[in-house]
């Protein structure tokens, strides 16, 4: 089952940067922290940092310790055989796929929303951007956090759901009640038909309707 995803925008140095609520964790946009360094091409700059041998090191260790499902057998190959070398590229969707990581979450597509990430994760790239940048990044996001509208918007999209779900259980609970009653009318209806008491009134109402 999908988890409901949730965004709202905080703004950085003038940037507009998405956070977004899934299930439980934020996870905040890379592909808008990565414009602050290149507009035109944020993707290129996500790719970049993810094949630095250093950031590597950093978010692979992270998912060592907060993803038991952690594909870490091929993380340390590609450490070995692949990581410090030029040849070496290391892209969002790579991590999803071929690692089951969890701390980068790639979008792709026409409908693209861009790459997000915890905010461990976001914090480091942020720095590797801009030390600046960063601490202004930790500052409005601790912010955002505290913000009632934004708990508000949570809570609120948390009592659609419930609201959703209740409404679904009673309809489905009255449509179970019914339906066993309507088969029991009209068993009981089939069988009056055809009793003699029910014939003797449907011939009187005829005789009636002749004498009329």
């Given at each position: ?13 003038n940037?507009?940067?998405r956070v977004?609520?899934?299930?439980k964790?934020d996870?905040?946009?890379l ?5 602050y360094?290149?507009?035109q091409?944020p ?9 630095n041998k250093n950031?590597?090191d950093?978010?692979s260790?992270?998912?060592e ?12 190959r590609?450490k070995?055989?692949?990581v410090g070398?030029n040849?070496?590229?290391m892209?969002p969707n ?7 990581a ?14 997000f ?10 720095s590797?951007l801009?030390?600046?940048f960063?601490?202004?990044?930790i500052?409005?996001?601790?912010r955002l956090?505290?913000?009632?509208s934004?708990?508000n918007k949570i809570?609120?999209?948390?009592k659609?759901?419930?609201a959703?779900t ?8 009255i ?10 009318n009209q068993?009981q209806?089939?069988?009056?038909k055809d009793s003699?008491g ?5 011939s009187?109402?005829?005789?009636n309707?002749?004498?009329?």
């Amino acid at each position: 089952m999908e988890k409901k995803r949730i965004e709202i925008q905080m703004s950085v140095k003038n940037k507009s940067i998405r956070v977004a609520k899934i299930g439980k964790v934020d996870y905040i946009s890379l592909t808008d922290l990565a414009k602050y360094q290149n507009e035109q091409d944020p993707s290129g700059v996500i790719r970049n940092w993810m094949s630095n041998k250093n950031s590597f090191d950093f978010y692979s260790l992270w998912e060592e310790l907060h993803n038991d499902n952690f594909n870490s057998v091929e993380s340390h190959r590609i450490k070995i055989e692949e990581v410090g070398y030029n040849r070496f590229t290391m892209t969002p969707n790579r991590w999803k796929k071929e690692f089951n990581a969890i701390g980068i979450i790639p979008s792709s597509g026409k409908y693209s929303v861009g790459t997000f990430a915890h905010p461990d994760i976001a914090f480091e790239f942020a720095s590797w951007l801009n030390t600046e940048f960063k601490l202004y990044l930790i500052t409005e996001f601790e912010r955002l956090k505290q913000n009632e509208s934004y708990q508000n918007k949570i809570d609120w999209s948390v009592k659609r759901e419930l609201a959703k779900t209740n409404y679904k259980i009673h309809t489905d609970s009255i449509k179970e009640n019914l339906i066993p009653t309507l088969t029991e009318n009209q068993k009981q209806y089939c069988i009056l038909k055809d009793s003699k008491g029910i014939k003797k009134i449907e011939s009187l109402e005829d005789s009636n309707k002749q004498l009329g």
